[in-house]
């Protein structure tokens, strides 16, 4: 079992930067692939990166390359999003899953609660 909470989000100018932070608790969390995934209201849940158990390998959806790096530790995974734009407004959640499905909201075995990143213009 691995139970995932994240932190971080929070009201930003368009441009700006945050860091989000994913803190799991389970034994078994180093053995996992994890994701960070987000939706804004109205709209699915969309995948934004992810990286596998070892963090030597990582995946970005297009509209956050080059902006948002994803990184982990053995203690937690991070977010560290650049140059945020209105549009990445949404609720960020923290999914672990595998590295061959990290792209898919479906295939994830656990998930957070989410924390909200708003971002004005």
């Known amino acids: 079992q691995v139970q995932l909470v994240e932190s971080g989000g929070g009201l930003v100018q368009a441009g700006g930067s945050l860091r989000l932070s994913c803190t799991p608790s389970?034994?078994?969390?180093?053995?996992?692939?994890m994701g960070w995934f987000r939706q804004a209201p109205g709209k699915e849940r969309e995948f934004v990166a992810g990286?596998?158990?070892?963090?030597?390998s990582t995946v970005y959806a297009e509209s956050v390359k080059g902006r948002f790096t994803i990184s982990r530790d053995n203690a937690k995974v991070y977010l560290q999003m650049n140059s945020l734009k209105p549009e990445d407004t949404a609720v960020y959640y923290c999914?672990?899953?595998?590295?061959?499905?990290?792209?898919?909201?479906?295939?994830?075995?656990?998930w957070g609660k989410g924390t909200l990143v708003t971002v004005s213009s």
């Open positions: 990286i596998n158990w070892s963090g030597w």
């Open positions: 389970g034994r078994t969390f180093s053995s996992y692939a």
């Open positions: 999914g672990a899953g595998r590295i061959a499905t990290i792209r898919r909201s479906d295939a994830m075995d656990y």
